[in-house]
């Protein structure tokens, strides 16, 4: 059963960090592209960012270009989402997803992209 899971939510002051984390089960992580949303109850879920198999391009969404990092290692089957200078507008249920094999990386920010998703992790930013 293919299925991702993310950790490393939880709770921070504004202009704080967070790492998060998407591991695989039923397939391996390291052979396929994978994007990182975040969805705010009410809203459409966000694309923030993807990086490619090799980890050598990836892309950001204008709103966490510059605060948010993605990386993977293919030694520990991971791929990362760093937050870095936490807004109170950044709050939300952040998800990663594996790639459809084969899609376009310029369609990388829609949710039809992506063949599998995780349950979430939840970020909140408050003092």
């Known amino acids: 059963q293919v299925q991702l899971v993310e950790s490393g939510g939880g709770l921070v002051q504004p202009g704080g960090s967070l790492r998060l984390s998407c591991t695989g089960s039923g397939f391996s992580l390291d052979d396929y592209v994978i994007g990182w949303f975040r969805q705010v109850p009410g809203k459409a879920r966000e694309a923030l960012s993807y990086i490619t198999i090799s980890g050598h391009r990836s892309d950001y969404a204008d709103s966490v270009k510059g605060r948010f990092t993605i990386s993977r290692d293919h030694a520990k089957h991971e791929v990362y989402l760093q937050l870095d200078s936490l807004k109170p507008e950044d709050p939300a249920v952040y998800y990663c997803?594996?790639?459809?094999?084969?899609?376009?990386?310029?369609?990388?920010?829609?949710?039809?992209?992506?063949?599998?998703w995780g349950q979430g992790t939840q970020v909140t930013v408050s003092s």
């Open positions: 997803a594996r790639m459809w094999r084969g899609r376009a990386l310029v369609e990388w920010e829609k949710e039809q992209s992506y063949a599998a």
